[in-house]
DNA sequence: GAAGTGATGTCACTCGATGACATCACCATA
DNA sequence: TATGGTGATGTCATCGAGTGACATCACTTC
């Protein structure tokens, strides 16, 4: 894989996917995941801010996805409906790949530095959305709060379903989510 | 401030703080940090997992707080119920200091590795809620998602009144934030 | 006062990350 | 087809975070 191939990006992503799976995260330098893609540290850094980056390409245009489905919810739809819709799109995106998904969880959750940049996307999510609805008309503090349980049910369906049946269907667990979400605020 | 002077730990609390203030986290190094204790870098790390948890020590603290006051709700309180007395504790501990609390969120917020971190701190108190959630008979599910709510409202209430007058009492805030989010979800 | 103990310092090293500058492949155009 | 421009990549130097190995210091105990 010489120096001008194309698509380096691509081929970082997959070294280092690759590399995190057979060794782990931490026993993998950036200059390991370079080589492998033919290529050296600094471009990597050219490509990546930082090392744990690589794994989290994605999670802008999950974020795009979501945003729009939620700006496309009927004017009348509630917030948490419309954030509903905008856990529908993100299952559309995520619930084909279970295996890929399932093995990027297992890296993550093996690594602490991971975990964490993984919470600030999902905090991230939470701020797009929570501007998604204020756009939409609903106030500051109830947009905050309907986009924080919402990407918690996101992320608990989200875990269920990787460490699931492959079988199942991630929109399916993502609706139970939010239903259970319902009854156990409205039992009080 | 010589080698052997007693409290190590809280000296380097202090002079980080100081100097996160002063320039900025990511202006200051360990070195700095250490020099102002009357240390070296290498004693730093002694007391500090990395230059990240100096920030934090007072977190571990705050859960194990938390987790009690769960457990030391009437056994009849249901599970939002629970959690909301655990964030009363929370209220009683950090309330009482207003303006070190905003210093202190100016730090971090100002630092993408200090949010991530912070963030991590709270996605481990939820973890530790659903836990005492669980050993009150909580299923799994129902669990997880009321220690992730709870913790939501109180990331929340907790922002909302650094941010605003310093006579706000936390409690009141938090009180107000778990109310809103019963109307949120209870009127659909 | 000698031995032991725990806290600290010193040194050397690896790795992540970045700036400055050189080099390469390719393309447009004269 | 030669020439120059452009963007992607490599090379080199450097800083700071973090760690292991080992020396040193203050203090305690017998």
């Known amino acids: 894989m010489g120096r001008w191939e194309p698509d380096a990006s691509g ?36 490509y990546f801010a930082d090392k744990r980056e690589v794994l989290f390409g994605g999670s802008a245009i999950l974020e795009a ?3 729009s489905a939620l700006e496309a919810a009927p004017s009348s739809a509630s917030p948490l409906d419309a954030v509903a819709a905008a856990l529908d799109a993100a299952a559309d995106m995520l619930g084909e790949r279970h295996k ?3 093995q990027r969880q297992a890296v993550i959750a093996a690594n602490g530095e991971l975990r964490e940049r993984e919470l600030i996307k999902m905090a991230s999510l939470s701020q797009a959305l929570a501007n998604g609805l204020r756009a939409r008309g609903v106030p500051d503090s109830g947009a905050n709060l309907a986009a924080e349980t919402g990407v918690a049910v996101f992320r608990i369906a989200f875990e269920s379903w990787v460490n699931g049946p492959a079988r199942a269907k991630l929109s399916d667990v993502m609706h139970a989510s939010m239903e259970q979400l319902r009854s156990l605020t409205a039992a009080d």
């Open 11 to 46: 081929r970082l992503r997959e070294a280092a996917m690759e590399l995190f799976l057979e060794r782990g995260y931490e026993q993998t330098t950036v200059a390991d995941i370079a080589e492998r893609a033919g290529l050296t540290a600094r471009t990597f850094f050219r």
């Open 65 to 67: 996805r979501m945003v």
């Open 100 to 102: 890929l998904s399932k």
